[in-house]
């Protein structure tokens, strides 16, 4: 199985900006997709970013041209950049993993990303 560990969540304000990191426990280039779902609380979980082994990449249209998804095959990691951040942003952002061989993504533990003044 693959571990999947987040980090760089925290307290930011409006309009600045965040950088999430996933780091895998194994090389992720045999992974089908990578990306991040995020979850606040009275709301669905929603696909935020993905991105494919090919290197295509999903945004939701919230986040289009505020997020960007990105890999680093070498560190075993994705990263989301985050700019322009508002407050509704403001959830607990989950990693995720799609192995080839597995019917059901891994999961990180997530990080909370709190966007407040």
């Known amino acids: 199985q693959v571990q999947l560990v987040e980090s760089g969540g925290g307290l930011v304000q409006p309009g600045g900006s965040l950088r999430l990191s996933c780091t895998a426990s194994?090389?992720?280039?045999?992974?089908?997709?990578m990306g991040w779902y995020r979850q606040a609380p009275g709301k669905q979980r929603e696909l935020v970013a993905s991105?494919?082994?090919?290197?295509?990449?999903h945004y939701e249209d919230s986040v289009n041209g505020r997020f960007t998804i990105f890999r680093d095959n070498a560190k075993n990691t994705i990263y989301l950049q985050m700019s322009s951040l508002k407050f509704e942003d403001t959830a607990v952002y989950l990693c995720?993993?799609?192995?080839?061989?597995?019917?059901?993504?891994?999961w990180g533990q997530g990080t909370q990303v709190t966007v407040s003044s």
């Open positions: 995720y993993a799609e192995h080839p061989r597995h019917t059901t993504p891994f």
């Open positions: 194994r090389s992720i280039f045999p992974l089908n997709a």
């Open positions: 991105i494919t082994r090919g290197g295509n990449t």
